[in-house]
């Protein structure tokens, strides 16, 4: 598992981490079954407290996306978020295209950067 913290971003880096996490499943790198790095070692590695790190797990078990086990470390439970709703869907997708308009990009480049992300997320599914 590869996941990278942006110090410029203005995510929070736990937010940062759930975010990579959730790529990594969403686009099959990390499948149901698979055991997450314990916290200490992703926590050295990213050079970021161990409290971070347990609290973005505890946001992907929250989810529904992974079980933590006290001791046992996390494993991939589920590529599905559990009740995750329509409205919900819609209103983080209008944010994110709100922040591409923002950002300068006419509509075609915006339909590039879009299909893009869709061709790689789901690249195995078709």
Do not use: C, W
């Not at 203005?10 to 149901?32: C, F």
């Not at 929250?62 to 046992?72: D, P, S």
């Amino acid at each position: 598992m590869y996941i990278t913290i942006d110090e410029g971003d203005r995510r929070p880096m736990y937010q940062q981490v759930v975010d990579e996490i959730k790529a990594l499943i969403a686009a099959g790198e990390l499948s149901e079954g698979s055991s997450l790095p314990p916290v200490r070692q992703v926590a050295a590695d990213l050079g970021v407290n161990l409290n971070t790190i347990a609290f973005a797990y505890r946001q992907l078990q929250k989810e529904g996306l992974v079980k933590v086990r006290h001791g046992a470390g996390a494993v991939v439970k589920s590529r599905l978020l559990s009740q995750t709703t329509e409205e919900q869907l819609r209103s983080q997708l209008g944010t994110v295209l709100t922040h591409l308009a923002l950002a300068g990009l006419t509509l075609s480049e915006a339909k590039a950067l879009i299909d893009g992300e869709l061709n790689r997320l789901f690249k195995d599914r078709e």
